[in-house]
């Protein structure tokens, strides 16, 4: 079965991060990159970039953010293979945003 991993950041959590400890952690996020189960995983443009679109009385609305009230933002994900959402979840507690103050959604595809 295919999981997504989503990864959500408190970037406030960051600011403390030495250098040399963000070299150490991308080592970490790239071992879940290289992880044989791992299909494909993409790291996300500042929230500050991003784009919302809604369509209200059949007119588009493009607004920037997303603004949500909320202290965690979605940062990357990984798409992975595994034989349950309990080994999906095992691989998501690899990934450093789950011990920095973030959390890893683990959520099972529903393929079209």
């Known amino acids: ?17 030495t250098d040399e400890q963000m070299q ?3 080592v970490e996020y790239g071992a879940v990159s290289q992880n044989p189960a791992t299909i494909g995983s993409a790291r996300l443009q500042p929230v500050e970039t991003a784009k919302t679109v809604r369509i209200k009385g059949g007119d588009t ?4 953010g ?3 009230e909320t202290k965690e933002q979605l ?3 990984y798409l992975v293979e595994a034989g349950s959402i309990e080994d999906a979840a095992k ?3 690899a990934i450093p945003s789950a011990r920095m103050g973030g959390s890893v959604e683990v959520r099972e595809l529903v393929e079209m």
């Open 1 to 17: 079965m295919k999981y997504m991993l989503l990864v959500y950041d408190d970037p406030t959590k960051w600011t403390d991060v």
């Open 24 to 26: 150490g952690l991308y």
């Open 61 to 64: 609305l493009v607004t920037d």
């Open 66 to 68: 997303p603004f949500a």
């Open 75 to 77: 940062g990357g994900y």
């Open 91 to 93: 691989i998501g507690a």
